[in-house]
């Protein structure tokens, strides 16, 4: 029987149920009615485009300037090898962005992914096919491999690559399958309480439950931007408010009312920082740079913009960046010269 209640059950139980190296199981329950797929749906997209992985953006082979090219004793013409090559799954080893690595095999040989394992990168399915040289034949090729999310197509990565590489097309998510199944669930007398299901399954390049962490923090970075309105005192919003904006009507406020310790207030006053607005425009680098301001007061600012819903650094859109922007300008020049 379902009762009358004021807010949402919120959920208690989280498994996490490990099938193989590659594949996971996250279930959570209770949730009310609606609620689960509510969730389940975005976090799903969100762990096909959200979640980084590795993949190849560039090959130059020699004696080959084109990918519809062939090669002297390779038993694949170079269309064929590009589509075995980007079928590997590449795993950089350091934490650089980006690598190039380079690559010799001579014949008879049969290259599979395993042959391309080397400090720079490791290939997670190592048993994949690449290609086979005859006798008489030499292959040297170059390949950057890059770190990235969701897909990327080779016209949009030609202007990444000189113009000896072949660029190619990315395929960087790491998440090859995620299936998710909404279950009923009892709770106390009432039978239509819910259970999310996942079942994720990834390439190697990342465990399955990385990647849905992944997620998990791709949806709450995305949701911060409406953390302002959570500041709002509605009985104060007017139609007729500014240009910008109800929800940003805070950060037309002096700076004052951040009730910040002296030696904080002074280092922003003496740059000229009038208006919470200009802290919010501003990230932790450009907060760094302000003379005098050290490191108790670089943390003491930001935990209070953290506070009021504008974190340092915060992505707000660009229409209301520009408009804000104009805004403290308007106002600051219809300042005295003792308040500016």
């Not at 506070?307 to 300008?329: C, F, H, M, T, W």
């Amino acid at each position: 029987m379902r009762k009358i209640t004021t807010s949402a059950y919120m959920p208690t139980e989280i498994k996490v149920e490990n099938i193989s190296d590659n594949e996971a199981r996250v279930i959570a329950y209770p949730f009310e009615t609606g609620y689960a797929v509510t969730l389940a749906h975005p976090l799903r997209r969100l762990l096909f485009t959200s979640t980084v992985g590795f993949a190849p953006t560039g090959v130059k082979i020699k004696g080959v300037s084109h990918e519809f090219d062939s090669m002297r004793g390779m038993l694949e013409d170079v269309a064929l090898f590009i589509i075995n090559l980007k079928n590997l799954r590449f795993k950089l080893k350091n934490d650089n962005q980006r690598e190039v690595v380079e690559y010799n095999f001579k014949g008879p040989k049969e290259i599979t992914g395993a042959d391309l394992n080397n400090d720079i990168v490791e290939i997670v399915n190592p048993d994949a096919y690449l290609a086979t040289l005859n006798e008489d034949a030499e292959l040297s090729f170059s390949l950057i491999v890059q770190k990235g999310i969701g897909y990327v197509s080779s016209e949009d990565l030609r202007g990444d690559v000189d113009d000896d590489y072949i660029a190619l097309d990315a395929f960087f998510t790491p998440v090859k399958k995620i299936v998710y199944d909404i279950e009923k669930v009892l709770v106390e007398d009432n039978p239509d309480f819910e259970k999310i299901v996942f079942t994720i399954t990834t390439d190697g390049q990342v465990k399955p439950v990385e990647a849905f962490k992944n997620a998990l923090e791709a949806m709450y970075q995305q949701m911060s931007v409406f953390k302002g309105i959570l500041n709002i005192d509605i009985n104060a919003v007017s139609s007729s408010n500014s240009s910008i904006g109800s929800e940003y009507s805070k950060l037309l406020a002096s700076v004052e009312e951040l009730g910040l310790s002296a030696r904080s207030f002074n280092c922003i006053d003496k740059a000229e920082i009038r208006f919470i607005g200009e802290l919010a425009l501003m990230d932790e680098n450009e907060l760094k740079d302000l003379k005098n301001l050290g490191k108790k007061s670089l943390d003491e600012i930001k935990a209070v913009m953290e506070e009021i819903g504008y974190p340092v650094g915060v992505n707000l859109p660009k229409d209301s960046r520009e408009q804000l922007k104009k805004k403290i300008a308007e106002l600051k020049s219809q300042m005295s010269p003792k308040e500016g």
